[in-house]
């Protein structure tokens, strides 16, 4: 009966759509890459560099598709430089789109400040390059494939720019890639007398595992939380076929992936992967109000958005994916990750029961100077679940990070299991079913008549911040939160994602892009013509109506 209700639920799920697909191939020319289109799939020629499809249905579905695959033959090097190269050339519009909306004018009256970061990431860029010279050792070898990968991005995206006021610098496609380390970086960097709201109440994502109790299914999602300037969505497939390092002609484990990502970024940043060692890897943010950790920032470490990407790449299981990721920690963006190993996972048939192996899951929660990690499978069995919600496991992460001082400060919404998000989801995935319950639960919003979204000391007395995906747009401009993340702003759940037993090896998800609307319970779909301050925020690109259904995007190259 599983079966046949997911079978019924992704075909209800699974909308076509006509929109124009693009398919085109990189070739080494003239000591260059050339771009070439091609009108369909089946006539792109055996010998080039790199191939990719890709389709823009963000007016229809919500989401653009791209998919890029490198030649199995031939140099790395060249390979990440094709890959980055179509990638910038085909999404050419929508990273020039998602620059006015993200980082356009973020130096305006902040010249010292990004004099500073500027400072950072040159001398940042000067350690990388010190140590991509050991190129056996498979670590600094993918980091040099990374910033390869980046660079022929830059000049991809040129090649295909007209308006030489909308070309960008390979250092403009590092800043897109670092906006999720970027907030605290800057802070750490400028260390303000007042604390940054922001920094002190991160609720950036909610995520969920959930194995079902007759281990019939295991279900992995995530929400992301973020502004909605941000809601040009790209779902990605990788396939790089990247041998390990300069002495290791062996394919890297995870050369294969897909995941949830933004025009111009070459990792997720939500982040959401699946990936062909059989991890799926999800992280939430997690608040750091210490301010004498953000002293231990220093530019002779690797950001996170690149750490993460290595070690999806490299590794084989969870605890060695928190091994690679806690090298070089930058002590930005800080996140509570959780790795699944779909490798540890048997699920049951008929009479035979299931069976979940040690390593099935692990978490790794980082601050600067500090990372902790624990295989949480035993408790996975015990409480069927895994939360994650913006608020450290660990009660040493969750004491080092300030916590107790913000829950004395603040209250119980700080509280590990005292938070609003913690009971909701503990009451919520009680219930979950099936893949159907578990899509519900991350996009559910009652605030208006849930009494876990309650505030006392708001006015009136709830907010939509109080959900599993938040809608803050619908908090009144005029009310009264004794924080700002409770109170009016641009920012709230914009999509969800869910894969499970029987979508993952596809590397299929059940995915749903904006924030999330619920009429009958008295939240209106999101409009920017109907949002007070859409007037204000650059939002080029997007829908004025975010009204869309979920769907499972198939990949085209399997």
């Not at 990374?146 to 040129?158: F, K, P, S, T």
């Not at 990070?401 to 909701?424: C, H, I, L």
């Not at 596809?506 to 109907?530: C, K, L, M, Q």
Request: proline share 4%; hydrophobic share 35%.
């Amino acid at each position: 009966m599983k079966n046949i209700f997911q079978s019924y639920f992704i075909l209800f799920l699974t909308i076509i759509t006509i929109c124009e697909t693009k398919y085109g191939y990189v070739v080494w020319n003239n000591n260059k890459p050339v771009f070439l289109e091609s009108a369909t799939s089946s006539e792109i020629p055996a010998v080039h560099l790199a191939r990719a499809t890709y389709t823009n249905e963000i007016n229809s579905t919500g989401w653009a598709f791209l998919e890029v695959h490198t030649a199995k033959n031939g140099s790395d090097e060249r390979k990440a430089y094709a890959a980055g190269f179509i990638e910038g050339f085909l999404t050419r519009d929508l990273i020039w789109m998602h620059w006015q909306n993200m980082l356009k004018g973020y130096c305006y009256n902040k010249t010292a400040l990004c004099g500073l970061i500027e400072e950072f990431l040159d001398k940042n860029e000067n350690f990388i390059a010190s140590m991509m010279r050991y190129q056996m050792d498979p670590y600094w070898y993918q980091i040099k494939l990374y910033y390869i990968q980046l660079e022929g991005m830059a000049v991809g995206y040129n090649e295909a720019t007209t308006d030489p006021y909308q070309w960008l610098t390979v250092r403009d496609i590092i800043w897109i890639n670092m906006l999720g380390d970027l907030d605290e970086l800057a802070y750490a960097l400028s260390l303000p007398k007042t604390s940054d709201d922001d920094l002190l109440f991160s609720e950036h994502c909610t995520g969920l595992v959930k194995l079902l109790p007759d281990f019939s299914n295991l279900y992995i999602a995530h929400t992301t939380w973020n502004s909605y300037q941000s809601m040009l969505r790209i779902q990605k497939m990788y396939v790089m076929h990247y041998k390990l390092s300069t002495n290791n002609k062996r394919r890297i484990p995870g050369y294969k992936m897909s995941f949830t990502s933004y025009p111009g970024f070459v990792q997720s940043t939500d982040d959401f992967y699946i990936i062909s060692t059989g991890l799926v890897t999800a992280e939430t943010t997690i608040s750091n109000s210490n301010r004498t950790l953000f002293e231990l920032i220093n530019p002779m470490t690797v950001m996170e958005y690149i750490r993460s990407m290595v070690a999806n790449r490299l590794a084989t299981d969870g605890r060695q994916w928190t091994e690679i990721f806690r090298q070089h920690n930058s002590g930005t963006y800080n996140n509570q990750w959780y790795i699944v190993d779909y490798n540890k996972f048997k699920p049951s048939q008929g009479k035979s029961r299931g069976s979940v192996q040690k390593g099935l899951l692990w978490i790794i929660e980082q601050l600067p100077g500090y990372t902790e990690s624990a295989d949480l499978t035993d408790q996975l069995v015990s409480t069927t679940y895994f939360p994650s919600y913006n608020i450290a496991y660990f009660p040493s992460i969750f004491n080092l990070s300030g916590g107790n001082q913000r829950v004395e400060t603040f209250g119980d919404w700080f509280g590990y299991d005292t938070n609003p998000r913690a009971k909701m989801l503990k009451e919520k995935q009680a219930g979950i079913r099936n893949l159907r319950d578990v899509y519900n639960t991350m996009r559910y919003n009652d605030y208006k008549h849930d009494p876990l979204a309650r505030c006392e000391q708001c006015t009136p007395p709830y907010s939509a911040c109080n959900a599993i995906a938040a809608r803050n747009d619908l908090n009144p401009a005029n009310g009264t939160y004794p924080f700002r993340a409770l109170g009016h702003r641009s920012h709230g759940g914009t999509d969800a994602k869910v894969t499970s037993w029987d979508l993952w090896r596809d590397y299929e998800f059940v995915a749903v892009s904006g924030p999330t609307y619920n009429i009958s319970r008295g939240i209106p779909p999101f409009t920017w013509s109907g949002f007070d301050m859409g007037a204000y925020l650059t939002h080029v690109g997007h829908p004025d109506l975010w009204m869309f259904t979920p769907i499972v995007h198939h990949w085209e190259w399997q």
